[in-house]
Antibody
Framework: EVQLVESGGGLVQPGRSLRLSCAAS????????MHWVRQVPGKGLEWVSG????????DYADSVKGRFTISRDNVKNSLYLQMNSLKIEDTALYYC??????????????WGRGTLVTVSS | DIQMTQSPSSVSASVGDRVTITCRAS??????LAWYQQKPGKAPNLLIY???SLQSGVPSRFSGSGSGTDFTLTITSLQPEDFATYYC?????????FGQGTKLEIK
């Protein structure tokens, strides 16, 4: 089955860190760029970060630049998001998302179910 | 950054109706536009890419058009499963950006 399964979300205090993981299956993971997109429950969608197939191209939204780090392991078919210095406004459902291309083509054709990150004291 | 504005924010329609949702970009994006459908409690699903290309597996009652700054998503003969929230997204310039969403409700 073609799917993405996120894990690692939870409740964390402001200023602390969290690492999200995404396990991919059912497709050739190393052939595609990958992204993280977040959504505050009941609100709209916000792109967070993207990584090309080889990790040679990486981008971040200004809102997370310098605090979040995206990475991937093509052997383990996994995508990661290291989130440091978390802020209350980072609270959201984080989706692992597959790009349609090997580079950052910015069309998202497969989404996981999401993992909820809650930043609160 | 490019701002994407959808209209209306919500629309009520009946099964069998034809519905059109509009998306406007704050600057020209060519045909670099996608449409997504999101049902409550579910992840978004890609419907249309490159403004008018139908994603594999998506019913043909969904269609997209437009280029530059103005785009439309049209759903002909609404089905019960089409009631959801729809988002447009520009893929032309970094960072990609989404519209605020249009909620399609049953009349």
């Amino acid at each position: 089955e073609v799917q993405l399964v996120e894990s690692g979300g939870g409740l964390v205090q402001p200023g602390r860190s969290l690492r999200l993981s995404c396990a991919a299956s059912g497709f050739i993971f190393e052939d595609y760029a990958m992204h993280w997109v977040r959504q505050v429950p009941g609100k709209g969608l916000e792109w967070v970060s993207g990584i090309s197939w080889s990790s040679g191209s990486i981008d971040y939204a200004d809102s997370v630049k310098g605090r979040f780090t995206i990475s991937r392991d093509n052997v383990k078919n996994s995508l990661y998001l290291q989130m440091n210095s978390l802020k209350i406004e980072d609270t959201a459902l984080y989706y692992c998302v597959k790009d349609t291309g090997v580079t950052l083509d910015w069309y998202f054709d497969l989404w996981g179910r999401g993992t909820l990150v809650t930043v609160s004291s | 950054d490019i701002q994407m504005t959808q209209s209306p924010s919500s629309v009520s329609a009946s099964v069998g109706d034809r519905v059109t949702i509009t998306c406007r970009a704050s600057q020209g994006i060519g045909s670099w536009l996608a449409w997504y459908q999101q049902k409550p409690g579910k992840a978004p699903n890609l419907l249309i890419y490159a403004a008018s290309s139908l994603q594999s597996g998506v019913p043909s009652r969904f269609s997209g058009s437009g280029s530059g700054t103005d785009f439309t998503l049209t759903i002909t003969s609404l089905q019960p499963e089409d009631f959801a929230t729809y988002y447009c997204q520009q893929a032309n310039s970094f960072p990609c950006s989404f519209g605020q969403g249009t909620k399609l409700e049953i009349k």
